[in-house]
């Protein structure tokens, strides 16, 4: 790259266009550990373009960018090494785009798609850039080193070891690096005075996706903490295992997605397929033919019509919200919690041929009835608000719609500003589980509902 001229540089981004391949996704949903919960696609670049005004290559302004150029490179104070200069630029066209668009070097790259496999080194938890170069937390990933050492949803990382984050940093590589290493984060959090120290230790992430128990005699509990690779296929196992404790049947089960920050679009499917017999599962649609796709559930309900409860939080974003809409909408589960996260974007992996690669968003998500995630969420049917005496969250999550840059409502419509709030510990599924014995089997019907103060909410 540090060969091409700015001229010629600028017109191959200009014709980089995807072309045919299958969804994919990924914790992917940034970097891993540099940004928010995603489900996305991998495919390959070509120079293939349409014949529409948008495909043609604006000499005007590319003039103008090479005009800036020379003027850096013959009066800038110091002098300025091309392939810098070049990599600023080129982040420089994806970073106004929206928050989950990004440059991903060699190594970024790579990094994007081992934490799809649950096999790395670092501290296990998913953040989102901002544009100041500080980090914010969309969830730590349950039973790594940034959950025990306290880091929550809505921390923002201002400095590692003692140095302030910047834009012109990679910081948010250095979450990650060699098991047994020590970091010691600035974190600034609501209701908090003064800036936090914390110490987290990295190690190898081994993360177990899904874990499982039985509540009661006949009805189960599934916490699905990220979308990987081998997700779906331990969700069928394990549940089967609950199935034969209960006798070969459960009665009910509560899915768990509360702060799960996304990962693989193609888990989250396959697990709604195995909860419904027929239905729209998702659908996306972007500008290009490449975006646009329909998943179906195919027969075959693994829990025999037997109810679902799902929960979800303000830290439950992309495949979450595609899986809890998809049952929802189906009429497959009753959705308890708090507003979700409101990731309802795709973003497609573009590989370069000197092996970085282009994180670009190309469509959004739809839930089977036609609604939009994005910078919207899932509102739950019964909505569950913290009990600060008790230390089980309350800490207002932030969303998609808060973040600098996001995709807008399709349509223009304004973003709504009501938020959801992380909900953490155990009283909710006991919660969950008293509104389960409530539900027959098979479909729910959408009528009005309870909370858990008694007033009556729609279903929405």
Not at 78 to 87: G, I, N, R, S
Not at 203 to 218: C, D, F, K, N
Not at 328 to 353: C, E, H
Request: no cysteine.
């Amino acid at each position: 790259m540090r060969h091409l001229s700015p001229l010629v540089l600028a017109i191959a981004v200009a014709l980089l266009h995807p072309a045919v391949a299958a969804p994919a996704g990924a914790p992917q949903d940034p970097v891993p550990e540099q940004g928010p919960p995603a489900a996305e696609q991998t495919v390959t670049a070509d120079a293939r373009t349409d014949q529409s005004s948008d495909s043609k290559v604006p000499l005007e302004e590319i003039r103008r960018y090479v005009a800036v150029y020379k003027a850096i490179k013959a009066a800038y104070v110091e002098p300025v090494d091309d392939h810098v200069l070049m990599q600023s630029a080129i982040r420089g066209l994806l970073l106004d785009l929206d928050p989950h668009s990004a440059y991903l070097e060699g190594d970024a790259a790579e990094n994007f798609n081992e934490q799809s496999r649950g096999n790395y080194e670092g501290i296990g938890v998913e953040i989102q850039r901002q544009p100041d170069g500080t980090l914010r937390v969309i969830a730590p990933i349950d039973d790594t080193p940034a959950a025990r050492a306290g880091i929550k949803s809505g921390d923002l990382i201002v400095a590692v070891d003692g140095a302030p984050l910047t834009p012109s940093d990679e910081a948010a590589t250095s979450l990650r690096g060699e098991a047994g290493t020590t970091l010691e984060l600035t974190v600034i959090r609501d209701g908090e005075t003064e800036p936090l120290t914390i110490k987290v230790q990295r190690q190898t992430i081994r993360i177990a996706s899904v874990r499982t128990r039985m509540l009661e005699p006949g009805y189960g509990y599934v916490r699905v903490s990220a979308f990987q690779a081998d997700t779906a296929a331990e969700f069928e196992r394990q549940l089967g295992e609950l199935a034969q404790k209960a006798g070969g049947k459960l009665r009910g089960l509560v899915l768990d997605l509360r702060s799960n920050p996304g990962g693989l679009l193609t888990a989250a499917v396959q697990i709604a397929d195995s909860l419904l017999e027929q239905g729209t599962i998702v659908s996306t649609r972007g500008r290009i033919a490449i975006s646009d796709a329909v998943f179906g559930a195919t027969p075959g309900d693994r829990l025999a019509g037997a109810p679902v409860v799902v929960l979800v939080d303000a830290g439950s974003a992309s495949a979450s919200e595609v899986l809890a809409g998809a049952l929802a909408d189906n009429g497959r589960a009753l959705v308890m919690g708090s507003r979700t996260f409101g990731k309802g974007s795709v973003q497609t992996l573009l590989p370069l041929d000197n092996g970085d690669s282009v994180k670009l968003t190309t469509a959004r998500y739809y839930t089977p009835s036609g609604k939009s995630i994005q910078a919207l969420g899932i509102v739950p049917d019964i909505v569950l608000k913290p009990d600060a005496d008790a230390g089980n969250g309350g800490r207002k999550g932030y969303t998609e719609a808060s973040l600098p840059g996001h995709l807008g409502i399709e349509g223009g419509g304004a973003d709504d500003a009501m938020q959801g709030e992380v909900l953490e510990g155990d009283s909710y599924i006991d919660l969950a589980l008293a509104e389960l014995k409530k539900l027959p089997a098979g479909s729910l019907p959408k009528p009005a509902v309870e909370n858990t103060k008694g007033a009556r909410v729609p279903a929405q």
